[in-house]
Nanobody, 127 residues
Framework: QLQLVESGGGLVQPGGSLRLSCAAA????????FGWFRQAPGKEREGISCISVIGSTTHYTDSMKGRVTISRDDAKNTVYLEMNALKPEDTAIYYCAADYTAAHTMCLMSVQKYDYWGRGTQVTVSS
């Protein structure tokens, strides 16, 4: 069974950058689409970005478009989320997730679509 472990979170000042990593164990990235999600206290989990199985398609939520980039390195079994120009409202726990049933050129940012989840990494944006 695929296991996902996020890393790279932490405390950053407004305007700062972070790169989150999602390492896969117990399987390979191949045949999975991936998504990044976040959940702030008292709020529902929301999709930030996703990338298709072959990496040809990416989607971003409007609130972070232009500030984040998702990528995957199947050779390293790792998916990344580069985040720039961070704002206090970006403070949340960030999760990566894998979708085993996605078509190779598609991805969705729907929580219900994903089969495997990591435990999350905390991102705090504060001065």
């Amino acid at each position: 069974q695929l296991q996902l472990v996020e890393s790279g979170g932490g405390l950053v000042q407004p305007g700062g950058s972070l790169r989150l990593s999602c390492a896969a164990a117990g399987g390979t990235l191949e045949s999975h689409a991936f998504g990044w999600f976040r959940q702030a206290p008292g709020k529902e989990r929301e999709g930030i970005s996703c990338i298709s199985v072959i990496g040809s398609t990416t989607h971003y939520t409007d609130s972070m478009k232009g500030r984040v980039t998702i990528s995957r390195d199947d050779a390293k079994n790792t998916v990344y989320l580069e985040m720039n120009a961070l704002k206090p409202e970006d403070t949340a726990i960030y999760y990566c997730a894998a979708d085993y049933t996605a078509a190779h050129t598609m991805c969705l940012m729907s929580v219900q679509k994903y089969d495997y989840w990591g435990r999350g990494t905390q991102v705090t944006v504060s001065s």
